[in-house]
């Protein structure tokens, strides 16, 4: 088609993100419990399509009200099980599974570490590296967040369940 053009359409979400809920302060682990597992179910949806949103951080959570909303899919990509590592590196520092640094392909489980450090940062203010909540969440934080995509929960759903 000659003259044709691209629309893109996008929804405006009246909140704050989660980045700028969090320097007023942290939240409680039932609050945190109640924001992950609503952005795991749009994980969900998005992963059960073969994509990964690749950039899950407080930044692209707005809160409308009680409401978790997952934004910004400029880094999502459809997983190519025959690939070995993505082709371009992308992902936000302190966020980004090790994979997504030219180590292997980013999956599902990439987004699933990401939201280890989510869950953190939301109880502690830190990067689970410098200091890792306590409890079962910290037992969570720590199998989001291994190093080996292997030992992470396998899929969202898991994580879900231990939450």
Known sequence: MQGAENLVLEEYIQGD???YLLRGGL??????RQTVLQIC???????SI??????VKPENIILRGREAVL???DAARLHKPEHEMDTQILGTTGFAAPEQYGLSQ?????DIYALGVLINVMLTGEHPSKKLAGGKMGRIVDRCTHVNPQ????NVLRLMEAL
């Open 17 to 19: 993100t989660l980045g």
């Open 27 to 32: 939240f409680s682990p039932e609050e945190t």
């Open 41 to 47: 179910r749009a994980l969900w949806v998005l992963h």
């Open 50 to 55: 073969g994509a990964v949103h690749r950039d």
């Open 71 to 73: 934004i910004d899919f």
């Open 106 to 110: 980013s999956d599902i489980r990439t």
């Open 151 to 154: 030992h992470r929960y396998k």
